[in-house]
């Protein structure tokens, strides 16, 4: 972990305070005089902790200890954009909620991250500390400068201006304190206050008043904005107590990141945990001895196992195991467990995100990898059949996006997810394809293959490399490989058909044709319409357009009205010539002529077309384009289905 998560570069961190004007102290209290709105706390508007900064980031307001399941919009958009894991950051804002209520308590909380390798724990440290960036840009936070002169003194650990009067060894007088100064206030740190007292010293005399005090203020004192604060650290690092107290004043008012390599958990000295059981009580013994408070959130990062490991270590006895050395430092942690993600469709994005190194996609390609992948993270039980994976698979993709579902549904992935216990879930968590290693895996394949097109042929290698531990997942998505590129090629082949007239084009404005006026027919009762041959029955129009046009069966008009309205009610959006092939390919009567298309026999045989075949096939692959095809994807895909004996 880099010692800069902010998203800027280490100028744009030292930087961004300069951007902006520096106030006079004075005008800092100003700001937010109580007299305004008469208002004693006053100060709470401008000054925030940080986990308070951090909540209000994510959520936009004040606090949140809801535990109705919501989807953040914080989460969902801009550079802090997270996939899927709907429980997850509900469970993450709830321990921020919770960080926030343990801070006013004079404690430093300790968000602890768990989960496997490659579930997105640092992506999610990486998304709360480019949020923190973001809002400290739009919302001003301040740090003390201390001057001298033409000498600057920026504060060590960035602390809010007002400490100052929070500060007891300072000569201010009480009054001012009493009206300035807000609950919970913290004093100086060492370094500011022993500098401050000297100068405060040399400068006060006894008959300064209100006004005078506001000079005193503006000549030895500044307000600078906040710059994005944060620092990481190792707890198995073996200079973990030197280093310490520095990563601590790099990180205070932001984000301390901490991550505990569960490989090397048994050799961590107990000096480490001590550490932070000292930073949890809001206490950090500098290298001269004084103690500073600082105010930061804690981010622990680590692997699944940590709970036990630390619960039981392997080198303790059970007269140990009553009172273990590691139980205080599990009373503070705030867990949140990041399993994997269980949607195929936020899989497909984080794929898509990966600029994988393909010269082209065939259309299905991430979607079929994304289904495998969040598949093999649906549990291993024995009686989970094919059909009950690929219910879970849809369930969860709903349940991620906050579709509708059922309740029986609902409870049960409630059930799988132990929403009501804070314990891991049953899926996304052991066991299961990583997207890291599905990512590194794609990489190999792609230089296997001179990185053309990723190509269902493609696809199947990457399904084979796992084919002895996820046999059943790999047969449920070669089905639905298989069932995906039969569609298109039917599309692309009535698309052919119809080539003279606009192709595919022709046929989906055709169907929007019949949709919209069969609407017409329901929904304002009309039974005629005037067409380029007159005054028509609409009736006969959309006979005309779905037998003739669409060339579909018997009985289309009717059958195809009840499909499209079915469709439509159970997922919310208008059918699509294509979604009609997918789900009544029974009605496509001109598809029944693809079987005598060319010599499927003499190209099963040979793999390449010949004689008058040549031209048409070459016409077939054309009319793929228009699906976002490309010609490797395409032979691929007629290959593919040759071989599963699907055509021909």
């Known amino acids: 972990?880099?010692?800069?998560?902010?998203?800027?570069?280490?100028?744009?961190?030292?930087?961004?305070?300069?951007?902006?004007?520096?106030?006079?102290?004075?005008?800092?209290?100003?700001?937010?005089?109580?007299?305004?709105?008469?208002?004693?706390?006053?100060?709470?508007?401008?000054?925030?902790?940080?986990?308070?900064?951090?909540?209000?980031?994510?959520?936009?307001?004040?606090?949140?200890?809801?535990?109705?399941?919501?989807?953040?919009?914080?989460?969902?958009?801009?550079?802090?954009?997270?996939?899927?894991?709907?429980?997850?950051?509900?469970?993450?804002?709830?321990?921020?909620?919770?960080?926030?209520?343990?801070?006013?308590?004079?404690?430093?909380?300790?968000?602890?991250?768990?989960?496997?390798?490659?579930?997105?724990?640092t992506t999610l440290g990486d998304s709360l500390e480019k949020g923190l960036v973001n809002y400290l840009q739009s919302k001003p936070a301040y740090y003390l400068v201390i001057k001298d002169g033409d000498k600057r003194f920026p504060c060590p650990y960035f602390e809010e201006p007002i400490n100052v009067l929070a500060t007891n060894n300072i000569v201010i007088p009480n009054s001012l304190r009493r009206e300035y100064i807000i609950k919970d206030s913290a004093e100086l740190c060492p370094h500011c206050s022993s500098l401050?007292?000297?100068?405060?010293?040399?400068?006060?005399?006894?008959?300064?008043?209100?006004?005078?005090?506001?000079?005193?203020?503006?000549?030895?004192?500044?307000?600078?904005?906040?710059?994005?604060?944060?620092?990481?650290?190792?707890?198995?690092?073996?200079?973990?107590?030197?280093?310490?107290?520095?990563?601590?004043?790099?990180?205070?008012?932001?984000?301390?990141?901490?991550?505990?390599?569960?490989?090397?958990?048994?050799?961590?000295?107990?000096?480490?945990?001590?550490?932070?059981?000292?930073?949890?009580?809001?206490?950090?013994?500098?290298?001269?001895?004084?103690?500073?408070?600082?105010?930061?959130?804690?981010?622990?990062?680590?692997?699944?196992?940590?709970?036990?490991?630390?619960?039981?270590?392997?080198?303790?006895?059970?007269?140990?195991?009553?009172?273990?050395?590691?139980?205080?430092?599990?009373?503070?942690?705030?867990?949140?467990?990041?399993?994997?993600?269980?949607?195929?469709?936020?899989?497909?994005?984080?794929?898509?995100?990966?600029?994988?190194?393909?010269?082209?996609?065939?259309?299905?390609?991430?979607?079929?990898?994304?289904?495998?992948?969040?598949?093999?993270?649906?549990?291993?039980?024995?009686?989970?059949?094919?059909?009950?994976?690929?219910?879970?698979?849809?369930?969860?993709?709903?349940?991620?996006?906050?579709q509708v579902i059922q309740s029986d549904d609902l409870k049960f992935i409630k059930q799988r997810l132990n929403l009501e216990f804070d314990e891991p879930p049953v899926d996304g968590w052991s066991s299961g394809l990583s997207t890291r290693k599905a990512n590194s895996e794609l990489i190999y394949l792609s230089k296997n293959n001179k990185r053309t097109c990723l190509t269902p042929l493609i696809v199947d290698e990457f399904l084979t490399m796992h084919e002895d531990e996820f046999e059943d997942n790999i047969n449920l998505i070669k089905k639905h490989n298989n069932n995906k590129m039969l569609i298109d090629l039917t599309v692309g082949y009535l698309s052919m058909l119809n080539e003279k007239k606009g192709g595919l084009k022709y046929l989906e404005n055709e169907f929007s044709e019949f949709y919209s006026l069969y609407e017409k027919k329901l929904m304002k009762n009309i039974e005629f319409i005037e067409t380029i041959k007159g005054r028509e029955k609409i009736d006969d129009v959309l006979q005309e357009i779905a037998t003739k046009k669409l060339n579909l069966g018997v009985g289309a008009p009717e059958n195809l009205a009840n499909i499209i309205f079915d469709f439509r009610d159970k997922t919310g959006k208008p059918m699509q010539f294509i979604d009609l092939v997918e789900k009544n390919s029974e009605l496509i009567k001109d598809f029944k002529s693809f079987d005598t298309f060319i010599d499927w026999n003499n190209y099963k045989r040979t793999r390449k077309p010949s004689g008058d075949d040549e031209l048409k096939f070459k016409r077939l692959l054309n009319s793929l384009k228009d699906l976002k095809y490309c010609d490797n994807c395409s032979k691929a895909s007629i290959d593919a289905l040759i071989e599963e004996e699907l055509i021909g």
């Open 1 to 121: 972990m880099s010692n800069n998560h902010s998203g800027l570069s280490d100028f744009e961190v030292e930087t961004f305070s300069n951007f902006y004007i520096p106030l006079k102290f004075s005008d800092y209290l100003h700001q937010s005089h109580p007299s305004k709105n008469n208002n004693k706390n006053n100060f709470d508007k401008i000054i925030e902790t940080s986990p308070e900064a951090l909540l209000n980031a994510v959520t936009g307001i004040q606090s949140d200890d809801s535990t109705k399941l919501k989807d953040y919009s914080f989460f969902r958009n801009g550079s802090h954009k997270i996939n899927g894991l709907l429980e997850v950051l509900n469970n993450l804002v709830n321990s921020l909620y919770q960080a926030k209520t343990l801070t006013e308590q004079n404690k430093i909380p300790l968000v602890t991250l768990i989960g496997p390798t490659g579930s997105g724990k």
């Open 196 to 402: 401050l007292n000297e100068l405060f010293t040399k400068k006060v005399t006894g008959e300064n008043n209100y006004t005078g005090w506001m000079q005193v203020f503006d000549d030895l004192l500044e307000a600078r904005r906040l710059t994005p604060r944060s620092a990481s650290l190792e707890l198995t690092d073996k200079d973990f107590k030197k280093k310490f107290p520095l990563v601590v004043r790099n990180a205070n008012r932001g984000l301390l990141h901490i991550s505990i390599d569960d490989t090397n958990i048994r050799e961590i000295p107990q000096i480490n945990y001590q550490l932070l059981l000292k930073l949890a009580d809001k206490q950090v013994v500098l290298n001269d001895g004084r103690v500073f408070k600082p105010d930061l959130t804690v981010l622990l990062y680590s692997n699944e196992s940590i709970l036990m490991d630390l619960a039981v270590p392997d080198n303790i006895t059970m007269k140990d195991f009553e009172s273990p050395r590691y139980m205080p430092l599990l009373d503070r942690m705030l867990p949140v467990f990041v399993r994997r993600n269980l949607s195929y469709t936020c899989e497909e994005d984080i794929y898509k995100r990966a600029n994988l190194p393909f010269d082209h996609f065939w259309p299905h390609s991430l979607s079929s990898i994304a289904r495998f992948s969040v598949s093999t993270r649906i549990g291993n039980e024995e009686e989970d059949t094919e059909t009950d994976l690929a219910r879970l698979l849809e369930l969860y993709d709903k349940f991620e996006k906050m």
